[in-house]
T-cell receptor, first 109, second 116 residues
Framework: GQSLEQPSEVTAVEGAIVQINCTYQTSGFYGLSWYQQHDGGAPTFLSYNALDGLEETGRFSSFLSRSDSYGYLLLQELQMKDSASYFCAVRDSNYQLIWGAGTKLIIKP | DGGITQSPKYLFRKEGQNVTLSCEQNLNHDAMYWYRQDPGQGLRLIYYSQIVNDFQKGDIAEGYSVSREKKESFPLTVTSAQKNPTAFYLC???????????????FGEGSRLTVL
């Protein structure tokens, strides 16, 4: 079967750095995406990695290792507004996304 | 501004009734998707379409139906056959190969359906 594993919850302190891991097992792989979803809202796109390595966008970075079927989202200089759920998703050859169950990020002052 | 518009935002339905959720996009995207999200859970694919007049079932299509008569529109009907329809429904679109960041889904604000 196809599956993505990510921690259900992560807690961090405002101003700190947090890493959210994602391991995947899928029949096809064309890239790993990350989305942020605040309570009651819709997911918003954060990043997409098709090749190995680190992609940086402001305070957020995303990493991919295809040989390890592993990726992570790194959030720096955490702010209270970063409190949200974060989803990893794998894109397959048919432009479908296979989603993880999400990681709830709790930020404490 | 381009985007995806879902309506209604909140909907209440009695058991045994069909309801249709609207999804319109002006992003000129070829692919459109319907997802269901239950509290504390991830997204599950109901239906998707990559071209007008064609669509495919996702993982949980039973009790749902869709149409794609226009590129901009992808309405979802929740039928009375859906046993547990109370959920948050999200419509999304994506650029297929040739433009944009493949893997980036654009979402509407969602429709929250409650069965009374």
């Amino acid at each position: 079967g196809q599956s993505l594993e990510q921690p259900s919850e992560v807690t961090a302190v405002e101003g700190a750095i947090v890493q959210i891991n994602c391991t995947y097992q899928t029949s096809g792989f064309y890239g790993l995406s990350w989305y942020q979803q605040h309570d009651g809202g819709a997911p918003t796109f954060l990043s997409y990695n098709a090749l190995d390595g680190l992609e940086e966008t402001g305070r957020f970075s995303s990493f991919l290792s295809r040989s390890d079927s592993y990726g992570y989202l790194l959030l720096q200089e955490l702010q209270m507004k970063d409190s949200a759920s974060y989803f990893c998703a794998v894109r397959d050859s048919n432009y479908q996304l296979i989603w993880g169950a999400g990681t709830k990020l709790i930020i404490k002052p | 501004d381009g985007g995806i518009t879902q309506s209604p935002k909140y909907l209440f339905r009695k058991e045994g009734q069909n309801v249709t959720l609207s999804c319109e996009q002006n992003l000129n995207h070829d692919a459109m998707y319907w997802y269901r999200q239950d509290p504390g859970q991830g997204l599950r694919l109901i239906y998707y379409s990559q071209i007008v007049n064609d669509f495919q079932k996702g993982d949980i299509a039973e009790g749902y139906s869709v149409s794609r008569e226009k590129k901009e529109s992808f309405p979802l009907t929740v039928t009375s056959a859906q046993k547990n329809p109370t959920a948050f429904y999200l419509c999304a679109s994506m650029v297929l190969a040739g433009g944009g960041r493949t893997g980036e889904l654009f979402f509407g604000e969602g429709s929250r359906l409650t069965v009374l």
